[in-house]
């Protein structure tokens, strides 16, 4: 019978670990998904998903794996393997699921951070195939991103590169737990957003999302604010604004500094923001040098959920075809 290679994708988050087999076109030929049972310890888990591995590949048995890619949340070292400290699995501290689970498999096995690699999969497989150079905004609970060049994530000197969430958008803004102030993420991250908006209402601005809420200012989200701004509400509408003219002032040093082929805006809430996407190209405009004003194109992303999963998948081709 005539094979199919396909590297085994992971993605592996608090709740849940995810698996496909992906072909090299970026083809998923099966998915499934277990929960992480994070508490239970990494050694199990990893022959939990070995298992689930073994079980999809029975079900297209024409798949041949040839390496694994794994993405992971946390702070990984995509040298040695090693996981440290990370916050959704600190049960994990000081292991190496991806070399573990390659030698349950008999496979050799590479892994990167989610978030990095989720940026590596829009540039191979989603809104970024065939470009050469891309930078990926992700505007979610906070401000995270990417920088692919020539085929290949930057990771800097030390591996902090693409710290976007800590551009400086406004040196008198507040304080941020990175030691700087006015951070992109202080005043455009879903966190932001409902920050900014809650000392508005505490001030006693008058607005629908008070009633949203029902009195409850802790319950104020960008989900909320996305919600009644729809409804017409001007402070909701005010500060989802806002957040969109600071992400266009970050994009737009991003272009002047980096000069990329294009520029992807992902994460969950600028999925939702009919009113944010125009109204961060504009602010990216106008905030532009001269000469870039009309280069770069600012897009959305295009895999979604799947760009971990998928980023996976990409960097074991990488590394299998060298
Ligand atoms: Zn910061």
Redesign the pocket.
Known sequence: MATRQVALAIDIGGTKMRGALITESGDVLARDDIPTQAAKGEPAAMKRLAALLRRMNAEVPDAEPVGIGMAIAGTVDPETGLFYNPPNLPAWHDTTPSLDLGELLGLPAWVHNDASLAVLGEYVYGIGAGTKSLVMVTLGTGVGGGLVFDGHLYGGHRGYAGEI??LVVDSAGPQ?????RG?L??MASGTAMARIARERLAAGEPSLVTKLVRGDLDKVSSEVLVKAEGQGDPLAGDVLRGAADYMGVGVATLRSVLDPEIIVVGGGVSRNLHIFFPRLVASAKAHAMNVDKELCPVVPTVLGDDAGLLGAAALAWQKLRG
């Open positions: 969430g800590h941020c737990a990175c030691g700087g951070c993420e202080m």
